[in-house]
Structures are given as C-alpha cells and as structure tokens.
C-alpha cells in the first residue's frame, strides 16, 4: 500500500502539473524517478514537520497539489498547529501521506504508534480522513485525491496487505463500501476502517460458521462520514460493531455513534465499539501481536461481536 | 553579505520624528482600537512605518484584484499587529475605510487577527506565531518554478522568532537560495511579558540569520528614507533570501506607551483612553 501510493504521486505528477512531492526524511531514493525527472516538483526537506506543512500550504495557495510524506505520528502531532491553520482554516488541497497509521511500528513502541491520528484528524474543520484497506484500494483514492478541494490525510498501512476490496464497488471520497451483505436487515453490522476492515471480513466468515450473519461495511473515509450508509445500515440492525485500528476516543466508533444517537436517539441499536483504550501500548512485537492484545483479531472480533449478540439476546 | 559597517550605515543615533504621513496611519489606527475597544497596541504601532513603506513605494498590488496574479506577496506573521496592515490596506482602497470602526466587531471582516479569504489583501491567516515564513517559503518556491518575479516578503515579530518553526524554515530558504524571499523583522525588543532580552533573548539576533544563510541588514525601523533604500535594494544577494532587522520602538508615537510590555495590547480601551492616544499624536 505504501508503495503503490508514493508510485500514485509520481503518476499523477506526471498527469497533472499541479503535483508536487515534499517528503521529510524517509528512505533513501524514495520516488527516485519522479526527482530524476522532474526535480523541481520532489523535495525532502528534512525532520522539519511544521516547516513541511506550511510551505505545502504556500504552494497550494499558488495552485499546486502537494503531496507531503512522513510517518504519521509526526504528520499529526508534531505539527498539529500547521495541519489545523496553515491547512484547515485556509482549507487547502494539501495531500498528508501517513507512513506507519495505527499500530505498524509496534516494534519501534509508543513514540511512534499513530494510535490517535484519526481522532485529532477528525477534530479538523475541512479535513478529510482517509484509510483504505488495501493497495488496489489505494490507487483508486489516489486517483480521486486530484480534484478534491480539501485538505486530505491519507493512512498508511504496513504494506503487503491482503487485498480484499473490488473495483466493482466502485469508490468515491466519503462514500462508504458494504463488502458483505447480510440477508436480512436485522442482522450483526461490523463498520470498519483501514486494514481492519480486513479482519472484519475474516471475523463475518467465522460468525457465519456459528450461524451469526453479519454484513460488513467498510469506511476508507472516517470523515466525511458517510451517514446515509450508516443509517441505512443501523436503522434495523440487531447489533452495530465497530472496528478500528486505533484509540477509541474521537475515532470511526465515536463518529458512528455521534450519528445514530443524533439521527435516531432511543431507536439507536446497540453498539460495541473495538479499538484501542485510553491508553499508550505498553507491548513491543509485531503488528499482529497488538492486535491480539488489544482484542482486534478476526477471531476476537467474531467473539466480542457472539458476546455482545448473546447479551442483547439475554436482556431482551 | 551585509557587513558590520553596511549595518551601522542604516541605523541613526536617533530615530526621525513623525511626519504628517506616520502620523495620519496611526491616527487610523487609534481609529480601529476605538471601534473594538481593543487591540494590540504597541505591535501595530511599531510596524507603521515597515508597512508604509511597503505599501507606498515597495510592492506590486492591485487593490481592485487582491488575487491578481502578478503581486507581490506580503505575509504578516506577526498576525496581532494586524491594524497597521489594515490601515494600509484600508488606505490604499481595498476596503472602505470606514470598516477599521468595525474592528472586532462580532459581523466584521476585521478580527484581532488577520483572515485570509475574509479581508482583501491578506496573503495568509495568521495570530498563531511562527507559520509565515514557511509559507512563504513555498510560495516563493513556487513563483520560482513558475519564472515569476513575483517577491514574498513575510514580517515577523521578535517574539514570534522564539517559535522554532522559524528556524526550520529559515534553514528551507537558505537552502533553497530564495532570492525572491525577504524575511522583515519588526525588532522592538519588547514582548507580551516583557523585554525579549529577559524572556529569551535573541542575540545575536543578525548572525544568526546569516548563519541561515540570510543576506542580513539592519536598519532604523521608523526612517522611512532608510527603509525604502533598503527594500529598493532586494534582492540584497543574487543567490539566497535577505533579512531585514528593523529596529523598531513598540508603541512607537504613542509617548506613554512606547517600550512598555503593558501597552502589548490594551482592553476596554474607553473614550478617554482614545482621546489621550489622538493626543499623543498630536
């Protein structure tokens, strides 16, 4: 996913004369070919965050499409100030590419964890959050990035990651893709974002096995949220699970739930919302191992969702 | 480079009085402190005569096109002493003068701090310190790419070069020798809390720039003759950005404030105060 987007940059630039590229400090020879070629649309300008934000937002009030890279906890806590006024208050068509979204670095620990990049994101007036789920996935939202006139902050995941959306779903920024349908309207509905949405899928196929239908619908846009899906899908749902890679606190759970209490209030369905609690990983290991810790694999997620079913079946 | 001499050269023993031009431009701006009954004081005071230079003899503008394509770019970091950019804006026809009454005003296009896309001829909004010079630095990145010879010329406040956002992006111009970039400091030497060289002192405040890689000069911040030699000269290299250190008096004009932290910024400024600050400038 990393790759096929920063390969997208140099795509577009070639389609589009607005694109530039601004990266920090990340991997040498990084878009080699678009420097070669068009050195004065590349630049890497060091570790200086708030500095690569503001001159993106010079360039863009001069029409151009910058197209920033570095890891994603430093694209938005580091210079959360420039992010909010530089590019929100002006809302400028400024491309936040986040290395590293949600658990990826598990290794490398807490510093650099973009546990709640989502959330802070979110909390933007203009900004648009974006996670999609697999690189056939990410060429189609860069694709569409080119004549969207707001800022965007586009989550990476780790890279190699199984490819499960369809281009027959079609794609659109704020639109959200139902990938599973269940038969009937008052079913289980899982509601994910980013890589999660994956194992989302690999948690329906395991409820099916224990004769618990579910649909899955997927969000690669946290915000603008795609409410009328949300509500389609809610309005009779037995139960709404959601699932994300990331700090439950202000994330796509939050956003879900600020719409059916506000859009149906007491009629709400009940929801379990799954992500990260308020707290910094305390674990090492690999991506998946926090995962597991922190109840996010397919097969803790068909448990919590079996759990949660059976309670709501106990009260009623 | 500037040298030592050529900084010395551009700074008189005393700063020229006020002529009737300076004085009118801070009547207007009494004029915007009186319809919001607030405002900052002696920031907007000690950047009268940076402006009016500007605005008067320097930049390339159309105040019936503020977009328009060929001008020059003026970022006013330091975004609290908006009122002296308003009056000159105001001045120069952008608005209608009449709207500095408005100042503050809950239905105003005028905030405490400038917004771009609400008042003409604002380059960038502005009041969190620290973020111009880095938008200028991708504006001039992009006129450059562009072959335009557009300038982009950022102001900023002593106290906001605290903010080290300034230095990572003084070190992207240096390095990107943006000829067409000229960083202006408004130098009172007094900040919200109190003198810079108490809150954190920047000396010395001109190598430091040239250690960015700046063509650096100093000059009288309220000699308009000094001022415009100055800017007539940009670029002052062929091959990097300038800085230009205006040494400057905050609260300038206004006898009773000058160099005084507290006039920072006043509220509740009532008819009474307002008579005694058009007094002063009598």
Request: proline share 5%; net charge neutral.
């Amino acid at each position: 996913m990393r790759q096929t987007c920063l390969n997208m940059v140099y795509d577009l630039a070639k389609r589009d004369k607005r694109v530039v590229f601004i990266g920090s400090d990340l991997s040498p020879g990084l878009l080699a070919d678009m420097k070669r070629d068009m050195p004065d649309r590349w630049y890497m300008e060091g570790i200086t965050e708030q500095n690569l934000i503001g001159m993106s937002a010079g360039f863009a009030k001069e029409g151009y499409i910058p197209y920033d890279h570095t890891i994603a906890t430093f694209m938005t806590r580091r210079c959360y100030e420039q992010v909010a006024v530089d590019l929100c208050l002006h809302d400028l068509p400024v491309r936040l590419i986040a290395n590293g979204g949600g658990l990826v670095y598990a290794p490398l620990g807490p510093t650099h964890l973009a546990i709640e990049d989502i959330a802070i994101m979110r909390a933007l007036p203009n900004m648009t959050v974006t996670a999609v789920c697999d690189a056939k996935e990410m060429v189609r939202l860069m694709n569409a990035t080119l004549d969207w006139p707001h800022p965007i902050y586009i989550r990476l995941a780790k890279g190699g990651d199984p490819v499960v959306s369809r281009d027959e779903l079609g794609f659109a920024i704020g639109k959200a893709i139902p990938m599973r349908r269940a038969r009937s309207r008052h079913s289980v509905v899982l509601m994910s974002t980013g890589v999660m949405t994956t194992n989302a899928l690999a948690a329906g196929d395991l409820l099916a096995k224990d004769g618990i239908e579910a649909s899955v619908v997927h969000f690669h846009t946290v915000k603008p949220l795609d409410e009328a899906t949300v509500l389609d899908f809610a309005r009779d749902a037995e139960l709404v699970v959601t699932i994300e890679e990331g700090i439950r606190i202000g994330g796509l759970g939050s956003a879900i739930t600020d719409v059916l209490v506000d859009q149906l209030g007491t009629a709400a369905p009940p929801v379990k919302r799954l992500g990260i609690p308020d707290e910094f990983p305390h674990n090492y290991g690999l991506q998946e191992d926090l995962f597991d810790i922190y109840g996010l694999m397919p097969k803790q997620i068909a448990a919590s969702v079996g759990q949660a079913a059976n309670k709501k079946n106990k009260v009623a | 480079m500037a040298t030592s001499a050529e900084a010395v050269k551009f700074i008189k023993p005393t700063a020229p009085p006020l002529d009737e031009r300076s004085k009118y431009l801070r009547k207007l701006v009494v004029r915007a402190l009186e319809g919001g009954e607030r405002g900052h004081i002696g920031s907007s005071m000690s950047l009268i005569e940076i402006m009016r230079v500007l605005y008067d003899d320097i930049l390339r503008y159309r105040p019936s096109e503020p977009a328009w394509h060929d001008r020059d770019r003026m970022i006013l970091s330091k975004g609290h002493g908006c009122i002296a950019l308003y009056v000159m804006l105001a001045d120069k026809g952008f608005f209608p003068v009449d709207i500095l009454d408005t100042f503050c005003r809950r239905d105003s296009i005028l905030g405490g701090h400038p917004e771009a896309g609400k008042v003409p001829g604002v380059e960038a909004s502005t009041g969190a310190l620290g973020h111009g010079l880095s938008i200028g630095v991708g504006m001039a990145l992009a006129v450059r790419m562009q072959k335009r010879d557009s300038r982009v010329i950022v102001v900023m406040g002593d106290g906001e070069i605290d903010e080290g956002s300034v230095w990572e992006a003084a070190m992207c111009a240096g390095k990107h020798r943006l000829s067409n970039l000229t960083a202006v400091i408004d130098y009172n030497k007094v900040q919200s809390a109190g003198p810079t060289h108490e809150i954190q002192d920047l000396e010395p405040l001109a190598d430091k720039w040239r250690a960015f890689n700046f063509a650096t000069i100093e000059v009288d911040g309220h000699d308009v003759e000094a001022l415009r030699s100055v800017f007539r000269r940009l670029p002052l290299a062929p091959d990097r950005p300038t800085a230009i250190i205006c040494h400057t008096v905050k609260g300038k004009g206004i006898g009773f404030a000058e160099n005084d932290a507290n006039w920072h910024h006043k509220s509740k400024i009532n008819k009474e105060l307002v008579a005694k600050l058009y007094g002063a400038l009598e």
